[in-house]
T-cell receptor, first 114, second 110 residues
Framework: GAGVSQSPRYKVAKRGQDVALRCDPI?????LFWYQQALGQGPEFLTY????????KSGLPSDRFFAERPEGSVSTLKIQRTQQEDSAVYLC????????????FGPGTRLTVL | SQQGEEDPQALSIQEGENATMNCSYK?????LQWYRQNSGRGLVHLIL?????REKHSGRLRVTLDTSKKSSSLLITASRAADTASYFC??????????FGTGTKLQVIP
């Protein structure tokens, strides 16, 4: 596809479950970003990859959050032992080179933790 | 982190009118980007202005940048109902991570 895709689009999890959210960036894009967006708020930065290297994970809210991009393309954001406060839209974005470039966003995954 | 703060928080105008929204930031930048988010969707990049530029146009969009005041403005001319969305600015510089503000929610009334 031409754009960034994310799956699933919607995820409902019971508190305590683990979830995995997938991001397929635009082919050839070096940089990949994850954001968390609560209702009515702007996206909050979680983590940033350049190829397979995770250069910045300072936005991850706790050690229950883990992201990987093992081959420098597809990325997975994993949340362990989900809590209600994890309910949000998780956005993935990619850019051609570094973080200073235009970012192309996916449609997001809406996570609801019951 | 470098966070852009958009102002006003909400703006309601009639179709055909112009809409102006502002962004302020705190530290030096390489460039500043504006994004639009329609309800329930991802962000769409609108325009990028570099730190050595003062004004940039793209279709009905006009962006200005004043680095001395650390501020930017986005003007949408001849607004349409389809412009209804939230607008975010993203100031970028050095190795700072980008944190978006709460955005300006624009409503264009047909």
């Amino acid at each position: 596809g031409a754009g960034v895709s994310q799956s699933p689009r919607y995820k409902v999890a019971k508190r305590g479950q683990d979830v995995a959210l997938r991001c397929d960036p635009i082919s050839g894009h070096v940089s990949l970003f994850w954001y968390q967006q609560a209702l009515g708020q702007g996206p909050e930065f979680l983590t940033y990859f350049q190829n397979e290297a995770q250069l910045d994970k300072s936005g991850l809210p706790s050690d229950r959050f883990f992201a990987e991009r093992p081959e420098g393309s597809v990325s997975t954001l994993k949340i362990q032992r989900t809590q209600q406060e994890d309910s949000a839209v998780y956005l993935c974005a990619s850019s051609l080179r570094d973080r200073h470039n235009e970012q192309f966003f996916g449609p997001g995954t809406r996570l609801t933790v019951l | 982190s470098q966070q852009g703060e958009e102002d006003p928080q909400a703006l309601s105008i009639q179709e055909g009118e112009n809409a102006t929204m502002n962004c302020s930031y705190k530290t030096s930048i390489n460039n500043l980007q504006w994004y639009r988010q329609n309800s329930g969707r991802g962000l769409v990049h609108l325009i990028l202005i570099r730190s050595n530029e003062r004004e940039k146009h793209s279709g009905r969009l006009r962006v200005t940048l004043d680095t001395s005041k650390k501020s930017s403005s986005l003007l949408i001319t001849a607004s349409r109902a389809a412009d209804t969305a939230s607008y975010f600015c993203a100031p970028l510089g050095g190795y700072q991570k980008v944190t978006f503000g709460t955005g300006t929610k624009l409503q264009v009334i047909p």
